[in-house]
């Protein structure tokens, strides 16, 4: 199971300010390691001279580099993930595979907490028998994120009550990193040594190539169904960039390395790139940049809940004859109509963590490439089918117009009728 952003795509090579710096030999294992981004953070370790072990459900798209090998499996399922930790000299683990973030998949309750909480307690009683001495856990804002408003946040904020949470995913996301967190300093089931856990709470993350949500809103785009956007304008949410993510996971495990002092031991961080934005705002450039129109039209966001309300429980009665896709969810209503942002001193100061700008210009060229955007023959194919309408507008227009002469030519002939009666009596 991938982590958010799902399986598929080509991914553009690594950018060149990511830090060069080559590790000592080790081997390092990626849950999830199949999907977007645990492929890119796969790519980025090879490059620095890790062996990298991709455990996943799905095989990656792209061609595996010398250096990376693809382990399939369920993290649900105890023995597979113990056959992927064979390799007895794992160094770290990435823990990244989870289910259930946005879409239908996040109506799928049963599934949900088999993969986010069956899974990580899987990959934690393997990681102490196994030996292993780091684990990087890639949690999300939700654990803390509700649909209240939190301006600057910190990880000094408590966990979300459970029962207070709109969807499941983020429930058991919640569940599963007090479980990582709270194995921290558990000593190894054989031998000496204890697994250092620490989590990373990222923002919703974009680049190209990603394969989740950025083709989602373009389909929409597409289908003509982004008509209109909603909530506030200044409300305010934040996005990562892949590689700004990459970087953080990388930094998380050597802080739990001795020679950092195991600083991040046991902790919290939030990820993203620090430039809290307006949702809709920091879509536009892709929306223009593909020859649309951004849309004028803003509706409240108690509409757009209550909608997504509706939309859910249509899915909850029908689902099971047809799982459709939800055009929005409660949960997805509040991720990106409410504002929440948080600080990233604590990772900057502990992790060294330098988010690099990014901007959706890499997003947009990756779409064109791959056949979307508006052109020239669709401008002329839309030109040709408003004529098209036109021309039948107008023949109804004539035919409605030989119609009320009709009318009025029986309408004089009754009314001649009525004045020759009245005449004869």
């Not at 072990?53 to 369920?74: C, M, V, W």
């Not at 697994?195 to 389909?219: D, K």
């Not at 209109?228 to 802080?255: C, M, Q, R, T």
Request: aromatic share 14%; with cysteine.
């Amino acid at each position: 199971m991938a982590f958010d952003t799902g399986h598929g795509g080509p991914v553009v090579p690594l950018l060149a300010h990511m830090d060069s710096t080559r590790f000592p030999e080790e081997t390092v294992l990626i849950t999830g390691g199949g999907g977007y981004f645990g492929f890119r953070l796969g790519c980025a370790l090879n490059q620095k001279g890790v062996h990298v072990i991709l455990f996943d459900i799905s095989q990656p798209a792209q061609n595996l580099p010398e250096g990376i090998t693809f382990i399939r499996g369920d993290i649900r399922c105890l023995s597979d993930v113990q056959t992927a930790f064979q390799d007895t000299g794992i160094g770290c683990v990435f823990h990244i595979a989870s289910y259930g973030m946005s879409g239908r998949e996040q109506l799928n309750r049963t599934l949900i907490e088999e993969v986010n909480v069956g899974g990580t307690s899987n990959i934690l009683q393997t990681c102490l028998e196994r030996g292993v001495p780091r684990l990087v856990y890639t949690s999300t804002f939700n654990v803390i994120f509700g649909g209240q408003v939190i301006r600057n946040g910190d990880e000094s904020l408590p966990y979300l009550p459970l029962h207070l949470h709109p969807d499941h995913y983020s429930r058991t996301k919640s569940i599963a990193e007090k479980k990582v967190l709270e194995a921290n300093g558990l000593a190894f089931k054989q031998g000496h040594g204890v697994l250092r856990t620490c989590a990373l709470r990222p923002a919703g993350i974009y680049g190209a190539g990603e394969q989740r949500h950025l083709p989602r809103i373009v389909s929409y785009i597409e289908k003509g169904l982004f008509r209109f956007v909603y909530g506030d304008p200044d409300s305010l949410v934040e996005f990562v960039h892949v590689d700004n993510l990459v970087k953080a996971h990388i930094l998380a495990s050597e802080a739990l390395e001795a020679d950092k002092g195991h600083v991040a031991s046991g902790q919290p961080y939030f990820i993203s790139d620090g430039r809290p934005v307006n949702n809709f705002e920091f879509f536009r450039p892709l929306v223009e940049g593909l020859g649309y129109s951004f849309p004028s039209l803003r509706l409240p966001l108690t509409l757009i809940y209550c909608f997504a309300f509706l939309v859910e429980m249509i899915h909850f009665i029908l689902g099971r004859l047809y799982n459709f896709q939800p055009f929005l969810t409660r949960t997805e209503v509040y991720k990106t109509g409410v504002t929440h942002y948080f600080s990233l001193e604590k990772a900057k100061k502990e992790l060294g963590y330098e988010p690099q700008p990014f901007d959706l210009q890499e997003v947009v060229e990756w779409f064109k490439a791959h056949g979307h955007g508006r052109s020239i023959f669709y401008d002329i194919t839309k030109l040709y089918y408003d004529i098209t309408i036109l021309c039948y507008d107008m023949t109804v227009l004539y035919y409605d117009t030989k119609v009320l002469y009709y009318d009025n030519t029986m309408l004089y002939y009754d009314m001649t009728m009525l004045y020759y009666d009245i005449t004869m009596l």
